[in-house]
């Protein structure tokens, strides 16, 4: 063996992983999540810091080109895998992880595309199934077997090297950054970051320095920043001065008056929708001076209606006449606002109690019972809710009263905390600790009296489209790295949403 492949093998060993998730992959994203955390592999911030692309969650072709310009600014050795299901997880990191630590492999797609069943580059089906068996051989090597059958082939996708198109058969290069889920080394208390990213992919400060660029894709205009935390280009046309663009696709900023009348430089910059610890699919569109946003619009959903919603799958099925217990429902809820306080946390700049949120969340879903999670989810409350550090960071931050957001068809926790994003955080911990003492409650659910994780659900105007609709008015003015922490305290599911929905969110 030469020394290429001994260290290529060692490398490999523990990959940094990049993890996408598209619309309707929430059940992938947390099987991931899971996985990554038992073999201890660590997210990538950028994709320069990836080894291994990881996207969660159904083919959506609008992603298809953000995904390939992460894919050119991944570095080599380099491998891309798609898993539609959570039982393909484990097999597909395994896979990987046996195409980053083979130099044949990696040799052959530095000359030729990788295989991706969903490319539309029109190669031929002999290259296609030989990149696949590849991958089967590498893959019994580095973890004792391989896939069983080989699998149906429009459930997983995979691909490594680095020809001219990425995961999504996007020629063009990009310079976006994917910010992955945070992986700060400093608590709250020693660090003001927010676990943002500049359009190049920093980390900046959500509370002190809020100055951070998240950019991302909204398939209709140039570069990005995070559901990397910040860093994905967009695509297609530009705004700015004619057609002059920087670096990466940011396009130019052109003059334009400030709320003061002074003639500063604007530039159009799309949030989403593909960042990391960001509502996946969500699109922002903002025009910033200097780190200011001046106006906030939302854009299209990456993707149709999804026809089930993970964390309202209850209320969907009560509705339907479907029998459902209460505990079944509030575990769910219970776990749906453990994820988004760790979205929250994450982009504050607490990875360790984010980790804890995750865990009990998982913990939640998996069953476990309220004499074993109580204890724990009393602390974790405890420490977040009464950390002053968090509340200072992120304190006055768009604030919105019970009034205001009743006026807005707004329900659920966001309604209720009638404040700023410390109230509303507040109000997910005291909910969930409510709903775990619940657990073991047999009564049938009553939609109507029980709320769904983001409020009172109605099929025709889900609750996340009032949530959505809040955005842009609380965005504008505010700073940009604070802008991420607004969108994280509300956190509302696209999943939920459906084209009609968001228009009328919008209007």
Not at 163 to 179: I, K, M, N, T, Y
């Amino acid at each position: 063996m030469g020394l290429t492949a001994v260290l290529m093998r060692a490398a490999a060993a523990r990959p940094r992983v990049l993890l996408v998730t598209s619309p309707g992959g929430t059940a992938v994203r947390l099987a991931v999540e899971a996985e990554l955390r038992s073999r201890d592999w660590p997210l990538a911030s950028t994709p320069a810091g990836a080894d291994v692309m990881v996207v969660a969650g159904p083919d959506c072709p609008r992603l298809r080109s953000a995904l390939g310009r992460l894919w050119q600014d991944m570095p080599q050795p380099r491998a891309y895998v798609r898993a539609t299901t959570a039982d393909d997880v484990p097999e597909l990191l395994d896979a990987g992880r046996a195409c980053l630590s083979s130099p044949d492999r990696q040799r052959a797609e530095a000359r030729t595309p990788g295989c991706e069943d969903e490319d539309p580059s029109g190669r031929d089906d002999e290259h296609r199934e030989g990149c696949e068996s590849e991958h089967r051989e590498e893959g019994r090597a580095e973890s004792g077997h391989g896939r069983s059958g080989g699998g149906p082939r429009d459930q997983v996708h995979r691909e490594s090297g680095s020809g001219d198109l990425g995961p999504g058969g996007d020629r063009r290069s990009g310079g976006a950054d994917h910010e992955g889920h945070e992986d700060h080394e400093v608590s709250p208390g020693g660090d003001r970051r927010s676990g943002g990213a500049d359009r190049e992919g920093h980390h900046g400060g959500s509370g002190g320095e809020r100055r951070n660029a998240d950019a991302g894709h909204d398939g209709h205009q140039g570069h990005q920043g995070h559901d990397g935390h910040q860093g994905h280009h967009g695509h297609g046309g530009h705004h700015g001065s004619g057609d002059m663009e920087m670096p990466g696709g940011v396009p130019m900023a052109e003059p334009g008056e400030d709320r003061d009348g002074l003639t500063l430089d604007r530039l159009h910059l799309p949030l989403g929708p593909v960042l990391a610890d960001w509502p996946a699919g969500l699109v922002v569109r903002v025009v910033l001076q200097g780190d200011v946003i001046q106006q906030a619009d939302l854009g299209e959903l990456s993707a149709g209606r999804v026809t089930d919603p993970f964390w309202a799958r209850p209320w969907i099925l009560a509705s339907a006449g479907e029998p459902v217990a209460v505990g079944e429902a509030v575990r769910r809820r219970a776990a749906a606002r453990l994820d988004s306080l760790g979205r929250l946390l994450s982009v504050a700049g607490w990875p360790a109690e984010a980790v804890t949120a995750r865990r009990l969340r998982d913990d939640l879903l998996e069953e476990a019972p309220s004499s074993v999670l109580l204890s724990r989810a009393e602390r974790f409350a405890r420490r977040v809710g009464r950390s002053r550090t968090l509340h200072w960071l992120t304190r006055g931050i768009g604030p919105v009263s019970t009034a205001d957001a009743r006026a807005a068809g707004v329900s659920g926790p966001a309604a209720r905390a009638g404040g700023d994003v410390p109230a509303r955080y507040r109000q997910w911990l005291t909910e969930v600790l409510d709903d775990v003492r619940a657990l073991d409650s047999t009564a049938p659910l009553d939609p109507e009296a029980w709320e769904s994780p983001r409020g009172r659900w109605d099929a025709e105007r889900p609750p996340s489209a009032a949530l959505a609709g809040l955005l842009p008015g609380l965005l504008v003015g505010a700073e940009l790295g604070a802008a991420r922490l607004v969108v994280a305290s509300l956190d509302p599911d696209p999943d939920e949403l459906s084209a009609p929905s968001l228009e009328a969110a919008r209007g």
